[in-house]
């Protein structure tokens, strides 16, 4: 069984930046993605950002690339999310995701993941 902790998140004003992190416990035996989804009040969930361990690729959603990055450090078992240029529609609760293998299904959909984390809000003010 593998337990994902976000933390990181908060208020913070328009333009200003954040850093999420999402810890994996209880390491399961592969890992082949970690990824980033938010859901805001009221709207569907929304593919963030997502790394891939074996070569380090990383995706990106259309509405954060250019201000958001997503890192990992396989020794820690933590994926970070940067989060710079922050707007006021960035506000939601963002959860973390790990995938264990890969079933076939891109980074970007929420389907590939096993596990997923409690989640963490952020709230951008005008």
């Known amino acids: 069984q593998v337990e994902l902790v976000e933390a990181g998140g908060g208020l913070v004003q328009a333009g200003g930046s954040l850093r999420l992190s999402c810890v994996a416990s209880g390491r399961p035996s592969s890992n082949y993605a970690m990824a980033w989804f938010r859901q805001a009040t009221g709207k569907e969930r929304e593919f963030v950002a997502a790394?891939?361990?074996?070569?380090?690729?990383?995706y990106y959603g259309d509405s954060v690339k250019g201000r958001f990055t997503i890192s990992g450090d396989n020794a820690k078992n933590t994926v970070y999310l940067q989060m710079d240029s922050l707007k006021p529609e960035d506000t939601a609760v963002y959860y973390c995701?790990?995938?264990?293998?890969?079933?076939?299904?891109?980074?970007?959909?929420?389907?590939?993941?096993?596990?997923w984390g409690q989640g963490t809000q952020v709230t951008v003010s005008a």
């Open positions: 790394f891939r361990w074996e070569d380090s690729s990383t």
């Open positions: 995701a790990a995938a264990t293998v890969y079933g076939g299904t891109h980074p970007v959909y929420g389907q590939l993941y096993d596990y």
